[in-house]
Each structure stands twice: as C-alpha cells, then as structure tokens.
C-alpha cells in the first residue's frame, strides 16, 4: 500500500511563507503525476498545482506567481513552497499520486493564514 505523508503546515501571518513536504512510501518515478490540492472548510477539495515525472508543472491561477512545486526523486518528496501567503489559502492541504491504476492521497496538513 502506498502511503504518502504530509507535513510542513501551520499557522502563518498574511504575507508569510511556509514550505510544505510530501513524502511518498514508493519512488516517485513510478507515478505520472504528484499534486497538490486544498480543502477549505465548507468547499471542496480543489487543485493547487502538480509536477509530473518530467518535471513539468502545472498551477492554478490562485497559485501562480506564489507557489512552487518541487521533487527529489532520491527523498522520494514533493515540495510546495507557498509564498506571500493569503487569509483565503487557509485550508488542508494533501498531496496525491497519481499511478497508472489509481490515486493515492494523503491525509493532510493544515496550513491557517491568519494574523
């Protein structure tokens, strides 16, 4: 079973930084895909940004210009770097691979922006 650990999250004031890490159980090549997504309180679970196995990334238009996706394939670990940091980018966020026969997620960190 593949597992996927999170952690990194906290409470930040507005405008601050937090780097978030995702450590998977297998080697991460192994998998097309490994993203970040968001869940606020009362909404849905949303997308953040992804790297995939050739280090392409992709963001959300509420990421861009702010976060950072990045790996290191031999930690087997998914970075999010998230800068200037909004009150609207409080929720848990998880990390997911995304394997040729089915996803597998993390069980979440939470990262609160407030002053």
């Known amino acids: 079973q593949v597992q996927l650990v999170e952690s990194g999250g906290g409470l930040v004031q507005p405008g601050g930084s937090l780097s978030l890490s995702c450590v998977v159980s297998?080697?991460?090549?192994?998998?097309?895909?490994i993203g970040w997504y968001r869940q606020a309180p009362g909404k849905q679970r949303e997308l953040v940004g992804r790297?995939?196995?050739?280090?392409?990334?992709y963001y959300e238009n509420s990421a861009k210009g702010r976060f950072t996706i990045s790996r290191d394939n031999e930690k087997n670990t998914v970075y999010l770097q998230m800068n200037n940091l909004k009150p609207e980018d409080t929720a848990v966020y998880y990390c997911?691979?995304?394997?040729?026969?089915?996803?597998?997620w993390g069980q979440g960190t939470q990262v609160t922006v407030s002053s």
């Open positions: 997911k691979a995304t394997g040729g026969l089915r996803d597998y």
């Open positions: 297998e080697r991460i090549l192994n998998f097309y895909a």
């Open positions: 790297i995939n196995s050739v280090n392409a990334t």
